[in-house]
């Protein structure tokens, strides 16, 4: 067992004012690789000093720094709470004093915004009760609310619960007062925030000691509804699985994943391995790596760290080391866990088992034949699809008396036709596929009559099959697409159905009847944002997802700033799922949670005619190569403070302020052998915008964005002959007189548009 551990788990050796050996204390993650430890007892559990010190330690050069913020700093304390609360900004919270005391009931704001020179403590000024003096429990942060958990408050151990609004002045402490089943009573229990899957946006507690010092092994959630209320739920276990008890112990997030990590129990001999909780399949794994307890731990991308506390050989005398576990080397061979970690970061685990020239051989040979394949394909192109005659009967449209057939699938056809024939599609059962379709776009797809759409016309289970359908086929595509013109490309949507609709009138609609539609002589491409704003993101997002499926090599869709459950909790999607499919979108099987995993997998760009980069973003300043985005494995989840390059350049890209550097622009296209950026998520004035001498442009296809800026939408057309500032052409919609029409009238939503308002679109000078 021990030489799995010493495999699994690395020493790191750092530099600087090393702090000493402690306990009690904790370290926290602030973001731009850096993290803040304070307070904790040195020396060993018979003779220690509690103090109140506060170390900055940099994740990228391994170095400590023992800082001197100034201001109200926080009295010396051991098992108290801390949490980020923002870039460089954290909260603390309680904790003991040594001897059998509390310390106060403030609540301290460290400030590092301004450099670590001029860090600053500072107490947050609260109105009214407290959650009162206790040590031992635990403080989450989940956006806008901090969250106190439990505890011992001197006498005994509770199992409370307040919140602190962060967003709402003066500030308050609330406790919560929740009428259903709760958590047991507990005291150096662990709490962390979950953001993806079933337990998304819950904070999840896991374990602890109880009233009579006995260690738990439950998991708890508590979570936020619509409606303002507030409950915990019981985590299931299956029967034949359960963790070890445990208390002085730490948890963390990868994805859905909760890693419970060292501790102990009151028998100094048992040995605690790390267990993982799914909180998708309720499955517990166990691994054996580390034993600590009163340890401090924090995570950045897949790797946990571990500082100070006490290891089984010396359970009196804390370490002063900090061990690393890389989660891809632990789950290699699982593959229900492998699938949480991105694929960059797989790749950093193995690759160590390649030496460099291997890794140049394939490279090149990759590059190679994608050089010859691209040669190829600009010699000759070939039709994809042929018309064929079908006997429906009189009864049937004339028009609908003609289908187009991929090539590829010219042999099969005479098999399918006569009554009842129906197009055979990549994905599920084709007759199922086909009868899902016709559900979804002749109600969506009303080019000319769609104000006459009114409630929204399908159930909830027509909808997540759908979602589960086109996650198999988004699965199967490349992270980066290549296209080829003819093309339309469509910037932001937001959730305005009727913009959509009206492009479609003006310019052609993705219909294959003939003399109606165009998608005989067009792709179309779309560049994310597509829910969110407005009033009818199910409209949209239901509509494109069953195009993509009845024609899955014409419909190109991409990921958005807003495909992403950080934005659409709040933005709109959430609420549209809850009032139109009675969904509540905390549930791990409602619509809202389906249509997430399903923006985790979809494709993050496109190049057109390997001259284009097309994605939501555009560029940001993290410089890459095409091949590094291409061998990314999804799903991604996006995240706020990412440390690796390649994620900082998928954040950039999907949904970050982009750059209009043109120097860095230039950079981008010379690197990766392209001539244009072309992006979506900047509202403009006209609908489209050119800078960098046209080397860089900007489509948005939403009209009168918010309500109220009146701008124009925009979609662009890449004809056959194109050439970089040569034919590509765009096609412009002014706004709708009566623009309320996809916009949220109750005044409920007005107001969150008024706290919330549209970013103004650029004009042109």
């Known amino acids: 067992t021990w030489g799995i551990v010493t495999c699994q788990m690395d020493i790191i050796k750092t530099v600087g004012e090393v702090p000493h050996a402690r306990f009690g204390h904790t370290i926290t993650y602030i973001g731009q690789n850096k993290a803040v430890l304070f307070g904790g007892a040195i020396g060993d559990t018979g003779r220690y000093s509690i103090i109140s010190e506060t170390f900055l330690f940099d994740l990228g050069s391994l170095k400590w720094k023992k800082i001197e913020p100034t201001g109200s700093v926080p009295s010396q304390r051991a098992a108290h709470g801390a949490a980020s609360v923002e870039s460089l900004q954290m909260v603390v919270f309680g904790g003991a004093t040594g001897g059998g005391g509390l310390t106060s009931d403030d609540l301290y704001l460290l400030d590092l915004r301004d450099g670590e020179d001029k860090a600053r403590w500072m107490i947050v000024p609260v109105v009214g009760g407290t959650p009162g003096k206790r040590y031992g429990h635990s403080l989450v942060f989940s956006k806008p609310f901090i969250i106190v958990f439990g505890g011992n408050t001197g006498n005994e151990p509770v199992n409370d619960t307040w919140i602190l609004n962060v967003e709402r002045s003066p500030y308050t402490w609330q406790r919560l007062n929740t009428n259903e089943e709760l958590p047991a009573v507990r005291v150096y229990h662990s709490a962390a925030l979950c953001n993806q899957g079933a337990a998304s946006g819950m904070m999840v507690v896991f374990g602890g000691r109880t009233s009579d010092s006995s260690a738990l092994n439950d998991t708890w959630g508590l979570r936020k509804h619509r409606d303002g209320r507030w409950d915990w739920v019981k985590a299931p276990y299956k029967a034949s699985e359960s963790p070890m008890a445990r208390y002085q112990h730490a948890t963390l997030f990868i994805g859905p994943a909760m890693i419970v990590v060292g501790g102990r129990t009151n028998n100094m001999n048992d040995f605690l391995q790390t267990d993982v ?451 590509l052409t765009s096609k412009c919609l002014a706004p709708m007189t009566n623009s309320s029409l996809d916009l949220w009238l109750d005044d409920r939503r007005r107001n969150d548009l008024e706290r919330r308002p549209a970013t103004p679109p650029r004009r042109r000078i």
């Open 277 to 727: 909780y799914n909180t998708e399949t309720s499955e517990w794994t166990s691994f054996p790596t580390v034993a600590r307890f009163r340890h401090a731990s924090w995570m950045i991308d897949t790797i946990v760290y571990l500082h100070g506390g006490f290891e089984p050989e010396l359970p009196n005398v804390p370490v002063e080391s900090i061990k690393r576990l890389d989660l891809a080397r632990l789950f290699q061979g699982n593959p229900k866990l492998i699938r949480f970690i991105p694929n960059a970061t797989i790749h950093q685990a193995t690759s160590y088992q390649m030496n460099q020239m291997e890794l140049e051989n394939i490279s090149s040979k990759t590059l190679d034949v994608r050089s010859k394949i691209q040669n190829n394909s600009k010699t000759i192109r070939l039709a994809n699809q042929a018309l064929v005659a079908t006997m429906y009967g009189p009864e049937v449209d004339a028009k609908r008396q003609v289908k187009k057939v991929e090539i590829a699938k010219l042999p099969e056809e005479a098999k399918k036709l006569g009554v009842g024939f129906q197009m055979g599609h990549s994905v599920g059962n084709s007759e199922d596929v086909a009868a899902l379709i016709d559900i979804f776009i002749p109600e969506l797809l009303r080019v000319r009559d769609w104000q006459q759409l009114g409630r929204f016309p399908f159930k909830r289970e027509e909808v997540l099959v759908l979602c589960r359908e086109t996650i198999r086929l988004f699965e199967s595509e490349p992270t980066v697409l290549r296209l080829r013109s003819p093309l339309k490309v469509f910037g932001s949507l937001y959730g305005q159905y009727a913009d959509l609709m009206r492009f479609f009138a003006e310019f052609g609609a993705p219909n294959d009847i003939v003399g109606q539609g165009d998608i005989d002589s067009f792709d179309y491409l779309f560049l994310g944002n597509f829910v969110d704003r407005g009033t009818k993101s199910l409209e949209v997002i239901c509509l494109l997802l069953a195009l993509k499926l009845r024609y899955p090599d014409q419909i190109h869709i991409i990921r958005g700033a807003h495909e992403d459950i950080r934005l659409n909790k709040y933005h709109g999607l959430a609420e549209e799922c809850e009032l139109k499919l009675g969904d509540e979108p905390s549930e791990a099987n409602s619509v809202f949670s389906m249509l997430n995993r399903l923006f985790e997998v979809l494709p993050i760009a496109a190049v057109i005619e390997d001259k284009v980069f097309a994605s939501c973003g555009g560029i940001g300043p993290t410089i890459f190569t095409l091949s590094e985005l291409e061998t990314l494995r999804r799903p991604i989840t996006l995240k706020d403070e990412p440390s690796m390059k390649i994620q900082k350049a998928v954040t950039e890209i999907v949904c970050q302020a982009p750059s209009e550097n043109e120097d860095q622009v230039n950079r981008f296209l010379v690197q990766n052998g392209l001539s244009m950026v072309l992006r979506a998520r900047e509202c403009v004035a006209d609908g489209i915008d050119e800078l960098c001498r046209g080397t860089l442009v900007s489509v948005f296809s939403a009209t009168n964005y918010g309500g109220r800026h009146a701008n124009n939408a925009a979609m662009l057309t890449f004809r056959k002959t194109f050439k970089v500032n040569g034919e």
